[in-house]
């Protein structure tokens, strides 16, 4: 049956979307923080589908929200006329977002979200040339794959824009290897500053950067890196665009916003993923003044349409009535320690905040990446019954981040299969 539609997968669709494990499997139904496949077999997922499913699955307020407005006869109308869940739901992430007198763009993904942020701060500043991170990933459009820094997922390297890219945070290895947080930033400063004086003509648009690197392997710079690069920014009056597709929403436990851990306020947010639990949203939040600096009229069809607004407006509500932040906090903690607890010679380094955490694979007694290691951990995880995310510019990290409503329960009863899987 699933090997079926695996060919039938296979036939229709690009090589280039390939499902993960060996046998790949079919999610036909899920509850809470757990999904059940086509042949019964249920699973805890740690995954979240790449940290998509932020509140869980079959979640009433969720599906009544949606219902609701289907109920109206009005799944979509146009752009062209007032929606009010648009405007609602741009009223509510403003004014979570810290950017004053924020403005809001409503769009379909993260890509979306990414590829408008970019097109804005080229506009604003009348330049096409962007800073991006080595090892980030910002979605698959020609630009936002353009500021992509991880090969594994530059499918191309032509792009629309002109990149120099900063180093990133690795901690283990690289240029910032060892380093304490102070000597780090001082250094990713001085990189940030040579790129500038080099590489650049100087009239940069904006710098886009993930707080955490998701696709990248959950890799982070020490709190306040984006205080000391923005200081700089500001001398050349660079914008920066904080890509929170994956940190948003309280996921990372101490703060609402992955930025807010640099005490320091971005020029725009991206985001997408988590808030719309599965429908499809995503958007731009920034300053009004670059938000407005578009002279051509600009919207997309499906942007904020009535049945993804309604769904981001229930998930938001559902996330701050049941202080998921708080809960991310608490449970990511209890996954954390116990996952230092694993403490195997296979583990190069366990980290991340609340419920986005990683663990990074190598050959016992060295640095070097075992990709081959990850994935038989990743695939007996699946077999016992957890299902948990890969990544890494090396392939060799393992990631969570589960819906953020995980109980304590959950994350040991993970944690022990994690363990026997690690063994
Ligand atoms: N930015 C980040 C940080 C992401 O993790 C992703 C998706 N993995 C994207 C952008 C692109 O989002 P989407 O897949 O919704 O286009």
Same mark, same amino acid.
């Given at each position: 049956m699933n090997d079926d539609l695996l060919a039938r997968h296979r036939a229709v669709l690009?090589?280039?979307?390939s499902p993960l494990y060996g046998e790949p499997i079919e999610i036909v139904s899920g509850s809470g923080c757990r999904v059940t496949d086509a042949q019964g077999r249920t699973y805890l997922d740690f995954f979240g589908g790449v940290l998509t499913?932020?509140?869980?699955?079959?979640?009433a307020e969720i599906s009544d929200a949606v219902r609701a407005q289907l109920d109206t006869g009005i799944a979509h109308t146009s752009t062209l006329y007032l929606i009010r869940k648009q405007v609602e739901l741009a009223e509510k992430i403003a004014k979570l977002s810290?950017?004053?007198?924020a403005k809001v763009f409503l769009a379909n993904s993260g890509t979306e979200a990414n590829d408008t942020a970019l097109m804005l701060a080229t506009q604003f500043r009348r330049s096409n040339q962007i800073l991006a991170m080595r090892n980030s990933y910002h979605g698959r459009s020609f630009a936002a794959l353009g500021v992509t820094g991880n090969r594994g997922w530059?499918?191309?390297?032509?792009?629309p824009v002109a990149v120099s890219y900063l180093h990133s945070g690795d =901690?283990?290895?690289?240029? /910032?290897? #060892?380093?304490s947080d102070r000597d780090y930033i001082n250094r990713a400063v001085a990189d940030l500053r040579e790129v500038l004086a080099?590489?650049?003509?100087?009239?940069v648009a904006c710098l886009i950067a993930e707080p955490i690197q998701g696709v990248g392997g959950f890799v982070a710079p020490p709190d306040g890196y984006f205080k000391a690069v923005k200081e700089v920014l500001d001398e050349h009056g660079i914008l920066w665009v904080s890509?929170?597709?994956?940190?948003?929403?309280? =996921?990372?436990?101490?703060? /609402?916003? #992955?930025?807010?851990a640099h005490d320091v306020v971005p020029d725009m947010i991206t985001f997408a993923k988590g808030v719309g639990n599965g429908f499809a949203l995503g958007g731009v939040i920034g300053r009004p003044e670059v938000m407005d600096c578009l002279t051509a009229t600009s919207f997309n069809t499906?942007?904020?349409n009535p049945v993804s607004a309604s769904a981001g407006a229930a998930v938001i509500d559902y996330l701050l009535s049941h202080d998921l932040q708080a809960n991310a906090a608490h449970v990511g903690a209890v996954l954390h320690h116990g996952l230092r607890d694993l403490?195997?010679?296979?583990?190069a380094e366990v980290r991340g905040k609340g419920l986005m955490l990683a663990v990074e694979f190598v050959k016992p007694g060295t640095l070097e990446p075992d990709p081959a290691e990850t994935l038989r951990v990743v695939e007996a995880c699946k077999t016992a019954g957890l299902l948990v995310g890969k990544g890494g510019l090396y392939g060799n990290v393992i990631r969570m981040g589960p819906?953020?409503?995980?109980t304590e329960a959950e994350a040991k009863e993970g944690l022990e299969i994690l363990s026997c899987a690690i063994q």
């Open positions: 690009p090589s280039w979307i499913n932020m509140i869980g699955y079959d979640v810290g950017i004053e007198n530059s499918a191309t390297s032509l792009t =901690r283990i290895r690289g240029v /910032f290897a #060892g380093l080099t590489t650049t003509a100087g009239d890509d929170e597709v994956q940190t948003g929403w309280g =996921r990372t436990g101490s703060h /609402f916003w #992955g930025y807010q499906f942007g904020g403490n195997a010679p296979s583990i819906p953020l409503t995980l």
